[in-house]
């Protein structure tokens, strides 16, 4: 083998070695978030928008991948190498499909995402056998400091208000410390957060959306160059 082969061969070690690593990271991560916020997933019927299922999913795939290359590259075995290879090819085909899937259907999604939300907090919340869900909306409504689909009186449609006569005590703002009150006060907004959930939603989506773009983007240029790196140091070994 040239010296120049040589040298991509640790290279391509390097690289799915870094791989590695940052499967490790993000198939954590999905651990941490499937078990702290999992039951977000009880607010929609859409399980693949949770991040901790995408997350366990992309860093079992990276494991894997990286394995290969790992192997392939320092042992010098061309059929890992070749199966790296097509590997690398399947998740950067699945990538494009998923992209060019989710910018057809944004709009269908921010639309089911509202009927979910309706569905949680007007017909869900507080009723027997719910307990995820109204769990998952009372982190929700703390975590985003939101309160109700747009407004707080939202809750006044609830089944729950209709039950309790009361809104969720997570309406209230941090300083209020006794249940929400139900009337409509003078300065409302300082006893109720004042923004809606659906829109703190889609805003966080939206931030969300943006990074993940950019990050498979970058992810996409680094499997590229795998691919092509694979090829040369396969095609030396043969």
């Not at 899937?101 to 939300?117: G, I, N, R």
């Not at 309160?147 to 309406?171: A, E, L, M």
Request: net charge neutral; hydrophobic share 45%; charged share 20%.
């Amino acid at each position: 083998m040239s010296k120049s082969c040589s040298c991509l061969k640790y290279l391509l070690f390097i690289f799915n070695f870094l791989f590695f690593l940052i499967g490790c990271a993000i198939l954590g991560l999905g651990i941490w978030l499937k078990v702290e916020k999992g039951d977000y997933v009880d607010i929609s019927q859409y399980d693949y928008l949770s991040a901790a299922n995408v997350a366990i999913a992309i860093g079992s795939v990276i494991l894997v991948v990286s394995f290969l290359g790992c192997c392939g590259s320092i042992k010098e075995i061309a059929p890992m190498l070749i199966a790296f290879f097509v590997l690398l090819v399947i998740i950067f085909l699945l990538e494009i499909a998923i992209g060019i899937f989710a910018y057809v259907q944004k709009d269908d999604l921010e639309t089911e995402l509202q009927k979910d939300l309706t569905q949680a907090m007007l017909n869900k919340y507080g009723e027997s056998g719910e307990g995820g869900l109204t769990k998952a909306v009372d982190d929700f409504q703390r975590d985003f400091h939101c309160c109700g689909i747009d407004i707080y009186t939202d809750w006044r449609g609830s089944k729950y208000y209709q039950k309790f006569g009361k809104f969720p005590q997570t309406c209230c703002t941090d300083g209020q410390t006794k249940a929400c009150p139900t009337e409509v006060v003078a300065e409302w907004h300082r006893v109720y957060k004042p923004e809606g959930c659906y829109i703190k939603l889609k805003d966080f989506l939206k931030d969300n959306f943006l990074y993940i773009g950019v990050t498979a983007i970058v992810f996409a240029i680094f499997q590229v160059l795998g691919m092509i790196f694979s090829m040369i140091l396969y095609r030396s070994i043969r």
